[in-house]
């Protein structure tokens, strides 16, 4: 069988890397899917992955090195608008290092897949072409995000193939509104179902050479209509109007050796987070509790939490044996483009913390988060009496740290700290 992508087809296209563009909102499943080709993939086919996301946290990028995908993350930004020109470089890296037969970009859950589009479309010449642009919708949430993200509508316009993923449990009227919603924005674009453990097949998502967001026409990057259209709606300010980011760092003194949240008072933490208010979390965490494979031994672990809409999962990664503070303990990651003048970017604001003190957890949420500001300080650092808790909202560039024992209940704790101010 001659699959699309493969070495030969390649050739029979003039030498091209196809390019194939995964779009949707935080949470909804694109890494699942993207990580469940590896089951249908033959033999000796090779793709690498292109993650965009929020924030340093490289929670995605530990996870495909589990898969043996090679994956490189660019963060800090957003694929769309302040890293679109940067794109070129991370696949360029990725075709001179290892010659994939093909290559898919994960685009942030707000990123618009036009300017990304337009860019693969000028690198023609550099060896890439545009396969398909795919959207994944979430059938439990789309209703609730959809309302607050006019780029998540934006998303299941412009795509080549709907993907619904979390219908199971979902009751038959609820999931034909959602589909009769989606069809309102794209009647042309098939919808197909994502089954837990079921992959996507290749055949279907490979192959499909895109005609959206050509460099001429309609929806051409000079087209003047086009882009009112976009503007018109924020486009501009997309991310700073529908998704607020924040990142979660605590630290303990080395010397407290019992200094470790434990599994089970993470969880507990964890279900209280508010689908409607914290659409995402993801990054690593200390974990005592951890059982040991085949064993009911528990031991110490850094762990992965991936954390969307209420549902989460916590994997144990032995070969991160520490967590270290990126901004002041290690040099950037090879693949953590510059910064510039841009909302998503860390204030540098310099952390309090000291040398006898080690990072025990560090994530990033993403949503409504403005009102549950203290809620969130308070329930991540509650089992760090020795420790601090650096919070950042990047969209406003304020960071608000904590660096003595926390109170004994949560509203002592905001008592405190608003006669601290």
């Not at 963060?75 to 794109?87: A, K, P, R, S």
């Not at 000291?354 to 809620?375: A, N, P, R, T, Y």
């Not at 760090?384 to 969209?395: I, R, T, W």
Request: a negative charge.
């Amino acid at each position: 069988m001659d699959w699309p992508g493969r070495t030969p087809n390649t050739l029979s296209k003039g030498g091209k890397t196809p390019v194939t563009v995964f779009t949707g909102f935080v949470g909804v499943g694109k890494t699942t899917i993207i990580l469940s080709l590896l089951q249908s993939m033959p033999k000796g086919y090779k793709f690498c992955l292109l993650k965009n996301e929020f924030g340093d946290v490289k929670v995605d990028s530990q996870i495909a090195k589990l898969s043996n995908i090679d994956v490189q993350e660019m963060t800090n930004g957003c694929l769309c608008c302040v890293l679109v020109g940067q794109m070129k470089e991370g696949l360029l890296e990725l075709k001179e290092k290892y010659n994939p037969d093909r290559i898919i970009i994960e685009t942030s859950g707000s990123a618009f897949p036009g300017p990304i589009a337009w860019q693969i479309r000028e690198l023609a010449d550099e060896g890439f072409a545009l396969d398909s642009i795919l959207n994944v919708v979430d059938c439990r949430n789309f209703d609730g995000y959809a309302d607050n993200s006019y780029t998540a509508q934006l998303q299941a316009k412009y795509t080549d193939l709907v993907l619904l993923t979390k219908h199971e449990g979902v009751s038959e009227r609820d999931l034909d509104r959602v589909i009769d919603r989606v069809n309102d924005l794209n009647t042309d674009a098939p919808k197909v179902f994502v089954h837990v453990n079921q992959p996507v097949s290749p055949e279907l998502i490979f192959g499909l050479d895109t005609k959206l967001f050509e460099l001429q026409g309609a929806m051409a990057p000079n087209n003047k209509t086009f882009q009112e259209e976009l503007d018109q709606h924020g486009n501009k300010s997309h991310h700073k109007n529908e998704l607020d980011t924040m990142d979660i760092k605590c630290f303990s003194d080395k010397s407290c050796v019992t200094d470790h949240l434990s599994l089970d008072k993470f969880e507990k933490f964890l279900a209280t987070l508010d689908k409607e208010e914290v659409y995402r979390l993801k990054g690593f965490v200390r974990l005592s509790g951890i059982k040991e494979a085949d064993s009911e031994t528990t031991s110490i672990s850094v762990c992965v939490v991936n954390h969307a809409f209420g549902k989460w999962t916590i994997i144990p990664v032995p070969e991160k044996q520490d967590l270290v503070d990126e901004r002041t303990d290690s040099p950037a990651h090879d693949h953590d483009y510059g910064h510039d003048n841009h909302h998503h970017n860390h204030p540098h604001t310099p952390s309090r913390k000291s040398k006898d003190q080690v990072l025990q957890l560090h994530f990033i949420l993403m949503g409504e988060l403005w009102s549950i500001k203290h809620k969130l300080i308070y329930g991540c650092g509650a089992e760090y009496p020795g420790g601090s808790v650096l919070c950042e909202f990047k969209a406003s560039r304020e960071t608000v740290e904590w660096d003595k024992p926390l109170p004994g209940t949560y509203n002592e704790f905001v008592a405190e700290q608003m006669a601290s101010k």
